[in-house]
């Protein structure tokens, strides 16, 4: 059954920013500023032109995002503040309206923007309970059946019937969110309300989500944490400027966001200097990286199938015999992907270079390069996550295969496939 | 925004898409959310008599002192008619449907203000809003009708069968109070303006009905046409004649009976046209 839950078609919101909108308006400033603004109206009639100012007052929170969520599916995203994450939130759980483009939500939606939405401080826990689970969509029978769990789960069962503004904080949040966590939505809008509470509540807050989620309920998740994220997420939509970045497994769209917006390392440079010397007497240091297409262009991304190669530039300050400059190719998650070993040499001081040709021609990935110098096996020199290199299936030389369970590294073998006679007792038999 | 079920058993799907049409009344979603309206009542009925000593007697002290006031001005030292019932009785029927009236008016204003917090992270039917602010004048004025019952026997004030048409004034007053109110609510959610304004409003249309006087002093004419299209006339004529037998209300509360129900209407498309916006606006 994998059927989709949420589908969004070129989903964009508008808002007008800028002195005039920012703060609502007062009547007597509309009225004054009305003659100007039918003038202006009547002129863009006439000459439908978008000035700079009028451009200047737009701004897309989210612009022409499409995606789809099956059922089940517990989908991550992510962006820096300002993203249109919220906006996003607020367009599916229909808070505010789309200005472009549509979506479609089947089942019921619960949207968790901020615990406690609609807790009033004098009225009980007891009460509160009530008043806010039909706020967020449950029927009356339903919170009666559910009340002794949520105030268990909220550890406040002698304190129901205090009014909710002599809890403690940390009360409040956990009844407020065991009011939302035992709503049984089929789909889910998270925002980052995982933060509440000790560490063990936080726990069984994780708990419950993946209770959820084997129930088979969809899960939006919001969050800057991509401990979270990579925990919980089977996919993840990576929002930039209102705009999709990236969409796609957890994995390859966290290490993305990670290493270009975290600046885990020197990002998408073609060519990077690499740290100093380890120990004053070791005797070399690497000194650049660069990464080139196979016309000696520089670049960080390359298609798949495409051959590039890596020059790792170092410096030997003393004689050294047996030395091998490696290189290593490694995923964001850190697994590695490949080693490539230079032949021994024995070399006296001077500045030399490696050249690593490398292709990848399976799967699109995001790459952290590390390298290292040593003689005799003995390593005086390396550094990790220098270099950042994209595959990608753009302008790919092979189609690129999407299935996700694809390896990196292509082999060249072409194993034999040979006749056995009869199949053995019980094996491929149901 | 339209939610089609197409089988029992299927989910619900729901478009969410830009405002479409000039005006969509979904009135199956608003019966669907009823027990939210249930609950934003009892929460405004709860709230409003938390951590006083006195609580629900306020609800019996505030129009009694009020009327009380009035009746000494008005019908003491101003000496106005009333119509041979004792003034105090007279201006309790008749401040009865009116506190009613004001209450859901000033509390519906700046409901949807009030209610920013959940208007910005919750989705339900805004409608519900200004509803529930309306709907909860109800309990205050059952309270002090059993006073006017009280005060009636005390004056000895023989009732009558047009009592049983009380429900049909206090219809009247709602729908005025809802009309009007589904107009400000959205109006104070863009200019704030409005909520200053409401006060000054109720106080202005409390002396242009019959509230602590009788219509009788509004000269006849042309005056007393325009005296009478205000729907709160009515009722309070209403008010006086099914009680006591006052004068019974003219054929021209009808007329602003069918006013009313316009102003409803219009009222109704204002808001859906504008509900859109108020979670980016408020």
């Known amino acids: ?430 | 925004m339209s939610a089609t079920s197409t089988t029992a058993s299927a989910p619900t799907i729901i478009r969410i898409e830009p405002s479409q049409g000039w005006f969509s009344l979904n009135l199956a979603e608003l019966w669907e959310y009823r027990e939210l309206l249930y609950f934003l009542v009892w929460r405004d009925i709860k709230v409003r008599y938390k951590q006083t000593v006195l609580g629900v007697a306020w609800v019996v002290i505030q129009p009694l002192a009020t009327a009380a006031i009035f009746a000494f001005i008005f019908g003491r030292l101003a000496s106005l008619p009333s119509g041979g019932v004792p003034y105090l009785v007279f201006v309790f029927a008749a401040l009865l449907p009116w506190q009613l009236f004001a209450g859901a008016l000033a509390r519906a204003g700046t409901s949807l203000v009030n209610s920013a917090n959940l208007l910005t992270k919750v989705y339900f039917p805004r409608l519900l809003v200004p509803l529930a602010a309306i709907v909860s004048g109800l309990v205050d004025f059952a309270v002090s009708f059993v006073i006017l019952g009280g005060l009636m026997v005390w004056y000895r004030v023989p009732p009558s069968w047009n009592l049983l048409t009380l429900p049909l004034f206090v219809l009247l007053a709602l729908l005025a109070a809802l009309g009007t109110g589904l107009f400000l609510s959205a109006l104070n959610v863009q200019y704030r303006d409005v909520q200053q304004a409401i006060p000054f409003l109720v106080q202005a249309w409390m002396f242009l009905s019959p509230v602590v006087y009788s219509e009788e002093l509004i000269p006849a004419g042309t005056v007393r046409f325009l005296y009478n299209l205000n729907p709160l006339t009515g009722v309070v004529q209403g008010f006086r004649w099914a009680l006591f037998g006052a004068a019974p209300p003219t054929v021209i509360t009808l007329v602003s009976g069918v006013l009313v129900v316009l102003v409803v209407l219009a009222g109704l498309v204002y808001f859906k046209r504008v509900e859109d916006t108020f979670a980016d606006v408020v």
């Open chain 1, 1 to 430: 059954m994998s059927d989709i839950v949420v589908r969004a078609q070129g989903l964009s919101k508008r808002y007008q920013i800028g002195a005039s909108r920012l703060a609502y308006r007062t009547l007597r400033e509309t009225l004054s500023q009305a003659p100007e603004a039918s003038l202006r109206r009547i002129k863009s009639l006439v000459t439908p032109s978008h000035g700079p100012d009028k451009a200047k007052n737009l701004i897309w929170a989210v612009r022409n995002l499409s995606f789809e969520v099956t059922r089940g599916e517990v989908l991550g995203i992510i962006g820096r503040n300002g993203a249109g994450k919220s906006t996003l939130f607020k367009l599916l759980s229909r808070i505010t309206r789309p200005t472009e483009g549509w979506a479609e939500v089947s089942g019921r939606v619960s949207s968790l923007l901020e615990v406690g939405t609609g807790f009033h401080p004098e009225l009980t826990g007891r009460e509160n309970i009530y008043l806010n689970g039909a706020i967020l969509g449950m029927r009356k029978v339903e919170i009666g059946r559910k009340f002794d769990e949520i105030v268990a789960f909220a550890e406040v069962e002698k304190f129901i019937d205090t009014p909710v503004k002599h809890y403690s904080s940390g009360m409040f949040v956990r009844l407020a969110f065991s009011v939302a966590a035992h709503l049984e939505p089929d789909i889910l809008i998270i925002d980052e309300v995982l933060s509440v509470g000790d560490a063990a509540f936080q726990q069984k807050c994780l708990g419950k989500m993946d209770e959820g989620r084997r129930g088979g309920r969809t899960v939006l998740f919001v969050s800057h944490n991509m401990g979270a994220v990579r925990r919980l997420c089977t996919s993840v939509l990576w929002l930039e400027r209102g705009e999709c970045r990236a969409v796609g497994r957890t994995e390859y769209v966290v290490g993305a966001y990670e290493s270009t917006v975290l600046g885990l390392n020197q990002g998408a440079a073609a060519s990077v200097a690499l740290p100093g010397a380890g120990s004053p007497d070791a005797p070399g240091h690497g000194l650049r990286l660069h990464f080139l297409s196979e016309d000696r262009q520089p670049r960080s991304r390359f298609s798949l199938g495409e051959p590039w190669c890596v020059w790792f530039d170092f410096e030997i300050v003393r004689p050294v015999k047996h030395l091998i400059a490696a290189l290593a190719l490694t995923r964001l998650d850190g697994s590695p992907i490949q080693t490539i070993w230079s032949a021994p040499s024995d070399l006296s001081p001077g500045c030399y270079r490696g050249e690593y040709p490398i292709t990848l021609p399976l799967a699109e990935t995001e790459l952290t390069v590390a390298v290292g110098l040593s003689s005799f096996e003995r390593g005086f020199y390396d550094a990790n996550g220098a270099g950042h290199v994209t595959i990608t299936a753009e302008g790919a030389r092979v189609a690129p295969l999407r299935s996700s369970s694809c390896g990196v590294l292509f082999s060249t073998s072409r194993p034999a496939i040979f006749g056995i006679g009869a199949a053995p007792d019980g094996a491929g038999k149901v």
